[in-house]
């Protein structure tokens, strides 16, 4: 079974970046969905960007123009570059790469 592995996450401070990574232990294709997702202290799981195939990237709105999702799919990696981090971006970020499902997700704190 093709497992998700999510690494990168951490302290920042505010204004600060972090460079999340997804490494299935399988083959990925460019063609499947792949999306990160996160999820704060008492909120649900929510959607911030995905990409999939040739089509253009697709972020939620508040989160344009800080994050970048990238895939490398030699590496069998999606990855999520996020800057000018803000304290509401503190969660634990989840990947989610079709067929297979989810990460384990990895803890992104951002405080001074």
């Known amino acids: 079974q093709v497992q998700l592995v999510e690494s990168g996450g951490g302290l920042v401070p505010p204004g600060g970046s972090l460079r999340l990574s997804c490494v299935a232990s399988?083959?990925?294709?460019?063609?499947?969905?792949m999306g990160w997702y996160r999820q704060a202290p008492g909120k649900q799981r929510e959607f911030v960007a995905a990409?999939?195939?040739?089509?253009?990237?697709t972020y939620v709105d508040s989160m344009k123009g800080r994050f970048t999702i990238s895939r490398d799919s030699a590496k069998n990696a999606l990855y999520l570059q996020m800057s000018n981090l803000k304290p509401e971006d503190t969660a634990v970020y989840y990947c989610?790469?079709?067929?297979?499902?989810w990460g384990q997700g990895t803890q992104v704190t951002v405080s001074s």
């Open positions: 989610k790469i079709d067929p297979y499902g």
């Open positions: 399988g083959k990925i294709f460019s063609f499947s969905f």
């Open positions: 990409i999939a195939g040739a089509n253009t990237p």
